[in-house]
Nanobody
């Protein structure tokens, strides 16, 4: 399975961006798919994930500002980011997990830069 993320860029604080992640393979095999982010010197942190059953989990720092959604037929997961803050600046990675057999996949990352 390959994950291709896009949509990153430079935006001013308070602005919005919409990230997309298109995956190869069969959507129904990917039990959980979502986004993580990382800045230099820090561990990768959860942004948002969504399951096949549409159970959604957000990181505390993005709750109320970011929205994750998934289109199984298009094999795409989206991350709508509103009210962006400079601290949201990071490389955003798409992640997918298959429960059986257990596999985990990462995309190449897309850079989001929020200027103050």
């Amino acid at each position: 399975v390959q994950l291709q993320a896009s949509g990153g860029g430079l935006v001013q604080a308070g602005g919005s961006l919409n990230l997309s992640c298109v995956h190869s393979g069969i959507s129904l095999n990917l039990n959980v798919i979502g986004w993580y982010r990382q800045t230099p010197g820090r561990q990768r942190e959860l942004v948002a994930t969504i399951t096949l059953g549409n159970i959604i989990n957000y990181g505390d720092s993005v709750k109320g500002r970011f929205t994750i959604s998934r289109d199984i037929t298009k094999r795409t997961v989206y991350l709508q980011m509103n009210g962006l803050k400079p601290e949201d600046t990071a490389v955003y990675y798409c992640n997918a997990i298959q429960f059986w057999p257990r596999e985990e996949y990462w995309g190449q990352g897309t850079l989001v830069t929020v200027s103050s």
